[in-house]
């Protein structure tokens, strides 16, 4: 299953802000106050890098989804004598190479610095497998003897980045983001062991370890060659930490089962509807992707005495 690249990087960023921000830039770290991060509301703009003049299209709708409100730490350097200082970090997680991406980062903080008039930190997190070559950092206009414009932002470009660098920083952004970094093919196995090792030992709670071990799985996956490595790995432990480890991918190998149940009830259900009613309609389709496991397993059996769409459409309404 492919994984859903912008769900997983959100998620992981907005449940470890700080954390990212603390693993990749120390020094801004040091400046915020963690307690006053406020993630701004999803904000839609018209984006001319995918206009169409041929085809009279001006532009598309774009979501800004991860910018942040912070405080500045009294005492910092950003800090201004006898004021409340605050910011806007804006990171931008990208899972394919883009042409005039620099450009869209500009636009991107103009549009922050327009609409809160806050300083603006801007973030670039290259996720892609390819191409390996040092994406652009900076926006430039210029004309001859004159510099109108020089833009520059941060950038995070994982398949840089050498695993063995993260190996020991007690950091769940660490412990997640090293499955994405530049690996040898005979790593794997050691790098999703390494992986879920430091995460044993940050004594997260329940649902954030869970979070970071399925993202682990999700951008990691073994074969069984790999498979059999990691499990030599893992019985090289100590019995207390083997236990968590193994306790981890037991919780993400059950999530996967639940998950695979989910879409082959999911698909058969859709195919009796179809059969049943002579269609779905795109709405009733998004409906019936949208139900939980044991809805879907109801809607199964019910949708044996359908007859019309209109059935369909109460049963919905019988079952919100």
């Given amino acids: 299953m492919t994984p859903d690249h912008d769900g997983n990087f959100k998620k992981l960023l907005t449940t470890f802000f700080v954390e990212f921000v603390d693993l990749f830039f120390p020094q801004l770290r040091a400046a915020l106050v963690p307690e006053s991060v406020e993630f701004l509301t999803q904000e839609f703009f018209l984006d001319p890098l995918n206009a169409h003049p041929d085809s009279g299209v001006t532009g598309q709708k ?4 991860l910018a942040a409100k912070v405080q500045v730490q009294p005492g910092s350097p950003l800090a201004e004598t006898g004021q409340d200082l605050f910011f806007i970090i804006h990171v ?50 210029a004309f001859p003897g004159r510099t109108v414009l020089e833009f520059h932002y941060e950038v995070v470009q994982l398949n840089r980045l050498s695993w063995r660098d993260y190996l020991n920083q007690p950091n769940p952004v660490a412990c997640a983001l090293m499955a994405k970094m530049q690996i040898a093919t005979e790593d794997r196995a050691q790098v999703k062991f390494e992986c879920l090792r430091l995460l044993a030992t940050l004594q997260l709670d329940e649902g954030r370890w869970k979070l970071i071990s399925s993202f682990v799985d999700a951008y990691l ?71 939980a496991l044991p809805k879907l397993e109801q809607l199964s059996e019910d949708l044996l005495d359908f007859t019309a769409a209109t059935d369909l459409e109460h049963w919905f309404q019988r079952n919100p």
Avoid at 62 to 65: I, N, T
Avoid at 97 to 111: A, C, D, P
Avoid at 112 to 137: E, G, K, M, N
Avoid at 264 to 288: F, N
């Fill in 92 to 141: 931008d997680p990208q899972a394919t190479r883009k042409e005039h991406f620099n450009r869209r980062m500009f636009r991107y903080f103009s549009r922050l610095h327009d609409r809160y008039d806050l300083p603006v930190y801007p973030i670039a997190l290259f996720t892609f497998a390819t191409p390996r070559q040092a994406q652009p950092s900076s926006y430039r206009i």
């Fill in 221 to 291: 996956p073994l074969d069984t060659r790999e498979e059999s490595q990691f499990r030599e790995y893992v019985a090289r432990l100590q019995p207390e930490t083997r236990e968590d480890v193994q306790m981890m991918t037991t919780s993400w190998k059950e999530e996967g089962r639940v998950e695979g149940r989910l879409e082959g009830v999911r698909g058969l259900v859709e195919r009796q509807l179809t059969c049943r009613l002579g269609g779905l309609t795109l709405e009733q389709r998004t409906q019936v992707q949208q139900l």
């Fill in 62 to 65: 774009r979501v800004l989804d």
